[in-house]
């Protein structure tokens, strides 16, 4: 039996390593004031025809869709902050004072290609901030994920920003994208094509290379942009700079989605190929509206949870850290049951990890398996030894091995030596 293409199993210790992420994001997105919130999965597909865009390559060829049985179409959702959104106007949220500020994290699907950080099923975890417009929170959101990235082991990052502007000054840019993309209609690939007709910022989003050395010479939305739009860029600049969060100012990037307005960031890093953005974001405020609610101005951020576990991978910065220590218990020759249960009990109810030999093995392949399980101690249980009250204690980070009176054991002192 296959496993489904575009999706794999995740196994320890990469378990272990989203166990110690999650923490690390409750801690760390805590002390900006975020608050975890959960959607479900399958969502109605008009919320992302509507948030996304109907022109985006996820809504026209990446979504799972399926007809529920009473015809109505709902999808596995291909992203997170549509959720978050439609979640916040349902719940009446917009009704209870002050900036709403929320975080989440799971598993999001596009049936498109799988390749090296970029399955059918992927993880990420995101934020979102809903009722302002201040710049600031843009910038928050970025020095935030870059705290947990750098405490990650994360140092090598590029971080690229634009403006998309809003919906009065994209009108004339986009007049005039669409001058330059029809004067050089017959060299641009066939998506490019569509989208010069009907979503035209769509194409900076395309990876021919062709295309986009045609697109160096595009006109530039940010040379476009009205006074408040400029002004909302510039204010957000003078934020990241006193923050010391140094950038690069990208003109083609304007992310994949149509609710963007005014700010879009991304980060990337230069150790997965050509998969490289394993964060991006920016503000939406618009789409708080386009979903049913009133104008309510919010901005948001993303992460990809697989292509952070293949960056730390490819610079050897996956590091567990053990919240208990691991012992074995080893068994060596015919003991009473009795007091092998209790001392199983005696080192689970204390908080340590505890394995022991379930299959008669000998105290050779038991002693193996241990070292192959990375225990820290192995506690052997002989025949001779349980006769006198005794047990032997070996640690084997350091192959120190003692014989201590099994009262002592219980009294907590084993550990010494």
Not at 349 to 374: P, R
Request: hydrophobic share 35%; net charge neutral; charged share 25%.
């Amino acid at each position: 039996m296959a496993i489904v293409k575009g999706t794999r199993d995740i196994l320890p210790p990469e378990t272990d390593f989203l166990y110690e992420l999650n923490n690390k994001i409750h801690r760390i997105f805590s002390l900006y004031g975020f608050e975890e919130i959960e959607t479900p999965i399958l969502e109605y597909t008009e919320l992302f025809q509507r948030s996304i865009g109907d022109f985006t390559d996820i809504v026209q060829k990446e979504m799972f869709t399926i007809n529920d049985r009473k015809g109505r179409s709902i999808c596995l959702r291909p992203e997170g902050t549509a959720g978050v959104i439609r979640a916040y106007i349902d719940n009446g949220l917009a009704f209870s004072p002050g900036v709403k500020k929320f975080f989440y994290s799971g598993a999001m699907f596009r049936a498109e290609r799988p390749q090296k950080g970029r399955l059918r099923e992927f993880h990420q975890f995101g934020c979102e901030v809903i009722g302002s417009n201040n710049p600031l929170l843009e910038a928050e959101i970025i020095e935030m994920n870059f705290k947990l990235l750098n405490e990650l082991g994360l140092d090598n990052l590029t971080l690229k920003i634009n403006s998309v502007g809003c919906k009065e000054c994209r009108k004339s840019y986009i007049k005039k994208l669409q001058d330059f993309l029809f004067s050089h209609y017959n060299e641009l690939c066939d998506d490019c094509k569509i989208r010069a007709k009907n979503n035209p910022l769509r194409v900076f989003d395309c990876k021919n290379e062709k295309c986009q050395a045609i697109y160096n010479n595009a006109p530039k939305l940010r040379e476009n942009l009205c006074d408040n739009c400029n002004s909302h860029f510039n204010e957000f600049q003078e934020y990241l700079n006193n923050m010391n969060l140094t950038y690069v100012i990208d003109d083609k990037l304007v992310r994949g989605f149509d609710y963007y307005t005014n700010t879009v960031f991304e980060v990337t890093t230069n150790v997965i190929g050509s998969q490289n953005a394993i964060l991006g974001g920016g503000r939406y405020n618009y789409l708080v509206e386009e979903l049913g609610g009133k104008y309510t101005p919010a901005v948001g951020a993303a992460a990809g949870i697989e292509r952070i576990y293949i960056a730390l991978s490819e610079l050897d910065k996956i590091k567990i850290k053990k919240n208990n220590i691991k012992v074995y218990v080893a068994i060596a020759g015919n003991i009473s049951h009795n007091i092998w249960l209790q001392i199983l009990k005696y080192l689970r109810d204390n908080n340590y990890i505890t394995i022991t030999n379930y299959e008669n093995k000998s105290l050779k392949s038991q002693f193996k398996e241990a070292d192959k399980l990375d225990s820290d101690y192995v506690i052997i249980l002989g025949e001779e030894e349980l006769k006198e009250n005794k047990i032997s204690i070996k640690n084997l980070k350091t192959s120190n091995q003692k014989i201590i009176e099994l009262n002592n054991f219980y009294s907590g002192g084993w550990q010494n030596g």
